[in-house]
């Protein structure tokens, strides 16, 4: 899938026939893999990865000249879209949840195979979601997950972060919600829970801002709720606002768009409670290690 130079080649899809452009593009140039690996990687993860996304807008951030050129987020379906793409009309939101002037935007919805294809062509490196759905008709729903996202702040890493998801899964499970952790592909983790019934984004965002600054109480030197970058120092900051109804969370199994294929990763507690042991215990994985582990892995969100 890989010719050489800006050579396009046609390719049927799930009945669907799309044109692919520029598959020898090196999109990262630390490691020479190329747009047409990048292709490879989400038809392979595609099992898994589909579940996640279903239902949900999809804001999608592109690098068509590579990671080391400019990025910019899309969330309007570009033109030239391929009309079978599902897509939902959705009012813009500001950071409270209410519509903005009336403005609407035109989400993509990838639901399968030949969507998610049609989105790598564009060089859509990361898949961003909302923590809420939408039905058939295209209507959001309340949230169906919850999420908190740990940022190590300078001087912390990856290990800190394995001390503090062991401490927040301790704090939601005394709100009965179980937690599963994700590396987030980038410097630290992000935690999800699936709720039983559908929430407001309003109240899941209070809950895990609870959680946050229970745990600032508790462990001042190691946990900070505060978004400031000059408290953060030696800390993991507990990122609670991911789930406001306006904000996204770059999904499991989708890619980074940083020096080299790393992959927003699911992990067992076994390999969380050993990066908090040793510092060298979990490391951020790479899309190849993804593709041989997604099949003990994939049913982390679906029982």
Not at 44 to 66: E, F, I
Not at 119 to 124: I, Q, R
Not at 258 to 263: A, F, I, Y
Not at 264 to 293: H, I, K, M, N
């Amino acid at each position: 899938m890989t010719p050489p130079g800006g050579e396009e080649v046609r390719v049927d899809v799930e009945g669907r026939t799309l044109k692919l452009s520029n598959l020898g593009k090196v999109l990262y140039p630390s490691t020479g893999t190329t747009k047409g690996e990048v292709l490879n990687y989400y038809a392979q993860v595609s099992p898994v990865l589909l579940p996640l996304l279903h239902d949900r807008p999809v804001t999608r951030v592109r690098w068509p000249h590579g990671v080391e050129r400019n990025r910019f987020f899309e969330k309007n379906a570009p033109a030239g879209t391929p009309s079978w793409v599902r897509t939902v009309d959705v009012p813009t939101t500001g950071s409270r949840g209410e519509s903005r002037h009336g403005d609407r935007l035109l989400f993509p919805i990838i639901d399968d195979l030949a969507t998610l294809t049609w989105a790598a062509n564009l060089a859509a490196l990361e898949l961003h979601v909302h923590q809420w759905t939408v039905d058939r008709q295209g209507r959001p729903r309340g949230a169906d997950r919850i999420v908190i996202d740990l940022d190590p702040g300078e001087g912390a890493g990856l290990h800190e972060c394995c001390r503090v998801a062991l401490l927040v899964r301790d704090k939601l499970a005394d709100r009965r919600l179980e937690l599963r952790p994700v590396t987030s592909g980038s410097k630290g983790l992000h935690l999800y829970a699936v709720l039983p019934r559908r929430q407001d984004s309003e109240k899941t965002s209070q809950t895990a801002r609870e959680v946050a600054e229970e745990l600032q109480g508790e462990h001042p030197r190691l946990v900070t709720a505060t978004m400031t970058k000059a408290r953060r120092s030696g800390k993991v900051f507990l990122d609670w606002s991911q789930n406001a109804g306006s904000k996204t969370t770059v999904s499991p199994y989708s890619l980074r768009g940083v020096d080299r294929p790393l992959v927003a990763t699911p992990v067992t507690w076994d390999e969380v409670s050993e990066g908090a042991e040793d510092p060298l215990g979990l490391e951020q994985f790479g899309y190849d290690e993804v593709l041989a582990r997604v099949s003990g892995l994939g049913d982390l969100f679906t029982t």
